[in-house]
């Protein structure tokens, strides 16, 4: 096995590490995820992913025919490791990027990819993902929202809930119920809802950050035209199943896993315990160790799906093991923080005694609801035994 890049691939990498250092403004390094409902913050956002897709390094996989540059999954790969190296702000418009877009690419008509590629990659129009309800989460497909076909339109009523960015979102991936008869997994449509259509109502929900990242959306009598439908009508099961697959690779992201951990280790350097620095005290050491040894084994489990990637190989649970594995650790790794921090680590960002700007109580939060979001760890395993290890599914 041989781990390293090629002297092209060490040379793209400087190139977009030079790109990065002369276009990413200072404050712009660790700003916090969810503040995005700011208008200012929110522009701020758009011209940044605007600047990067003009640079040529957004949809980078993407075919040229719909905008993206045809990059091979290597030079992705350096991309992303780079912009979280440079500790970036993550992309505004990801679930256009990483969802729909591939989606539509996959499964749409000409003329939805037409209208809406060019404005994900340019963030010109943002996404939101319609798929969780009151009830409907894990189990995602016993979801209730009703489209009723009524000439050339969907007439929609009912709820979603915990949708990132709807409270900004130009355009909503939706899972609607449109054949209530049907066996529940064949009688669901996918369809894309503009954000404005009259009878739609959005209300913020505030998370344990203090931030409100997600909202509910309710419908009402909401006009949908039929063209919007993305794949075959009650075929929306298998739509939604390509977009997971992608969402599921969206949160593997390792590289953070790995820049987490470092900055736990310079914390633990800096921070006294017991009248020395907390990472020469044994119980520490061991913490440290055993978070070590399983950020390790996250990255060569990455390499092998990077390997999957670039031989096309279907990488099969691969995306749902990067998932559980990096997110709990993500937390894991924000819990020992804390730990190291003592009781600093219980003040709000708010409070000026405050360490490292409140990073690690907000990581602490935010990295929890990422192990829920996309489908929980219990969800991963039950994919992981059932799909993966070939166990009989359970009840
Ligand atoms: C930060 C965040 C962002 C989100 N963003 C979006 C979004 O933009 N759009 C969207 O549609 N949704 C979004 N969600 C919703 C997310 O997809 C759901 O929260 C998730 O799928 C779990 O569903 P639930 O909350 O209804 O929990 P439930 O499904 O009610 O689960 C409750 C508990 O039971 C466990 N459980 C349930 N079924 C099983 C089973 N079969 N076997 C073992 N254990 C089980 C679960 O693991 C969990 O611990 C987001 C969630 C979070 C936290």
């Known amino acids: 096995m041989d781990l390293s890049f090629t002297p092209e691939q060490e040379a793209f990498r400087r190139r977009v590490r030079t790109w990065i250092k002369a276009n990413l403004p200072a404050r712009e390094r660790d700003a916090q995820p969810l503040d995005a409902a ?42 992303s490791e780079e912009l979280v190296v440079a500790r970036a702000p993550g992309l505004i418009g990801m679930m256009g990027i990483l969802m729909v877009g591939p989606t539509l690419i996959q499964h749409g008509t000409d003329e939805q990819r037409r209208r809406h590629l060019p404005k994900i ?10 798929y969780s309800e009151p009830g409907s989460g894990s189990d995602l497909a016993s ?27 130009d355009w909503m991936f939706c899972l609607v119920r449109t054949d209530p008869t049907a066996p529940k997994h064949r009688g669901i449509s996918y369809v894309l809802i503009d954000m404005r259509s009259p009878g739609i109502s959005v209300r ?39 977009t997971l697959a992608h969402e599921r690779n969206m949160l593997g992201m390792t590289t953070r896993t790995q820049q987490m951990f470092n900055s736990l280790l310079r914390l633990a350097q800096s921070c006294q315990r017991g ?33 999957d990637a670039i031989k096309k190989r279907s990488p099969g649970i691969g995306a749902s093991v990067n998932k559980l594995v990096s997110t709990e650790l993500n937390h894991d790794i924000a819990a020992t923080a ?36 996309g489908g929980t760890s219990q969800i ?9 290890l070939g166990m009989p599914r359970m009840g």
């Open 38 to 79: 700011d208008p200012k913050r929110l522009r701020v956002l758009k011209d940044w992913q605007r600047k990067l897709y003009d640079a040529g390094y957004v949809g980078m996989g993407w075919p040229k025919e719909f905008g993206g540059q045809g990059a091979d999954v290597v030079q992705q790969t350096i991309v």
């Open 121 to 130: 990659l340019t963030a010109e129009e943002i996404w939101c993902q319609g």
């Open 143 to 169: 979801l209730k929202t009703r489209a009723d076909l009524v000439g050339d339109e969907f007439v929609i009523n009912g709820q979603k809930v915990w949708t990132s960015n709807a409270q900004f979102a």
């Open 204 to 242: 913020p929900l505030i998370q344990m950050t203090g931030d409100a990242g997600f909202n509910e959306v309710f419908f009402e009598n909401v006009r949908v035209p039929r063209h919007n439908l993305v794949g075959e009508l009650n075929q929306g099961w298998l739509v939604a199943n390509a």
């Open 275 to 307: 009248g020395r620095p907390a990472a020469d005290d044994p119980v520490m050491r061991q913490k440290l160790a055993d978070l070590m040894i399983r950020v390790e084994a996250m990255k060569y489990h990455s390499f092998r799906q990077l390997t």
């Open 338 to 373: 804390l730990e190291v921090m003592g009781s600093y680590g219980t003040l709000a960002r708010t409070s000026r005694h405050v360490l490292n700007r409140g990073t690690w109580p907000f990581e602490f939060m935010f990295t929890l609801g990422l192990v829920i979001g």
């Open 380 to 388: 991963q395993k039950n994919i992981i035994s059932e799909r993966g």
